[in-house]
């Protein structure tokens, strides 16, 4: 009897402390609740919200890689020198390049605030020709053309409320009007400088007529060179036949002025055409007596001598290719011609052939694309993938 109850007790222990057991395994911890990115349409496609916060962010860029051949004229040539004997080899101009690119828009009571960034990574051997000098003992040291890591530069970092923007931009002497063809070597004959801090303010009707006005502080040797900055300001009148649209800037170190008149128009669903031109004083640009001299070149008339003029179009053969072309001419006889045809291989992969010939005028002010012959031709091949 003791034995037969010691038996029950012992079994009815084991039951207590295994339903225990079973009890404890299914005891499953609440989940922490997800978060998931939503999407942001507000200011097109590829924006999400930043978790936690009302501001729509994009992320994009592209990958690019660059071919050029022929003369160092027009932007697309290179030479190195021999390794065996030492004379200067024409070679190929090379560049990869990663571009990064970040959109941020919200909502605010004094308007939208938006942010954009761009920063560029370059790998490749110089456009141009491959360097020299004379050292201490006057002997020649030539510098090969070498390829390499190119550095990485800030092209845009701008902030924007409403219709104010601050920061890293191209001048609105360029954007403002649409820089000038949809070619690669499109400043052969330049249309004006680009890099530059602003403080800027863009208004927008809403019915076609829109206005910049913008402070500038230029870059480079044509960086302000007191507290007063150089000011650029436009007018555009946008229809569905097209755009006309003017431009107008101060150089503030050399105290001259400079404008441009645009017209485009689209006589065909396919074809977009567009004639440009610039006009600028240039009298203290070319005074020698100056401790600077501007060598007849300045921040907004880049061109050679007073007038200048662009001329292009693009046609779009179907829904993968595009022929785009552009002339230019300046007072100078310089006479640039680029055209090119653009294929999209498939969605955000886009390959480019452009040749292009440059013309070195007997007048021009100076050698601006370093030039070895009056006439100068080149082709270039680029890849680039879109994202």
């Known amino acids: 009897m003791n034995i037969k109850s010691l038996l029950l007790g012992s079994a009815a222990a084991l039951v207590a402390v295994s339903g225990a057991r079973a009890a404890d395994a299914v005891v499953v911890a609440e989940p922490e609740p997800a978060e998931y990115v939503r999407i942001c349409d507000v200011y097109g496609a590829g924006y999400f919200y930043i978790p936690g916060t009302e501001t729509c962010l994009r992320i994009g860029g592209y990958v ?84 390499g890591n190119r550095g990485v530069s800030l092209n845009f970092a701008w902030i924007q409320l409403g219709g104010l923007r601050v920061g890293k931009d191209e001048s609105a002497f360029d954007t403002f009007i649409g820089y000038a063809g949809n070619v690669m070597n499109d400043t052969l004959v330049p249309y004006g400088g680009f890099d530059t801090n602003v403080v800027q303010y863009y208004f927008d009707a809403g019915n076609g007529f829109s206005a910049v006005v913008s402070l500038e502080e230029g870059y480079g040797d044509f960086t302000i060179d007191s507290y007063v900055p150089h000011v650029v300001g436009g007018v555009k009148w946008t229809q569905g036949w097209g755009a006309i649209t003017g ?136 890849f680039q993938r879109s994202f």
């Open 64 to 147: 690019r890689y660059d071919i050029g051949v022929g003369d160092v004229g027009t932007f697309t040539g290179a030479t190195n020198w021999d390794k065996e004997d030492g004379g200067e080899n024409d070679t190929y101009w090379k560049r990869a390049r990663f571009t990064l690119k970040t959109w941020t828009g919200q909502e605010t009571e004094l308007g939208t605030l938006k942010t954009y960034t761009e920063t560029r990574f370059n790998f490749g051997n110089t456009q141009g020709r491959a360097g020299s000098y004379i050292d201490d003992d006057g002997y020649t040291v030539l510098v090969p053309n070498n390829a």
């Open 247 to 382: 431009v107008v800037a101060y150089d503030s170190n050399y105290e001259e002025v400079a404008g441009k008149v645009r017209l485009d128009i689209t006589p065909m669903e396919n074809l977009s055409l567009f004639i440009m031109a610039g006009y600028g004083t240039d009298d203290n640009y070319t005074d020698t007596s100056y401790v600077f001299d501007a060598n007849g070149r300045g921040m907004y008339k880049l061109w050679s001598g007073n007038w200048a003029v662009w001329g292009g179009g693009t046609y779009t053969i179907n829904e993968k290719t595009s022929f785009n072309t552009q002339i230019s001419y300046d007072e100078g006889k310089n006479l640039g011609a680029v055209a090119n045809i653009a294929y999209d291989i498939v969605p955000g992969l886009t390959i480019t052939a452009e040749v292009s010939y440059l013309h070195v005028g007997d007048d021009t002010v100076s050698n601006w694309t370093g030039a070895d012959d009056e006439d100068n031709f080149g082709g270039q091949l680029r």
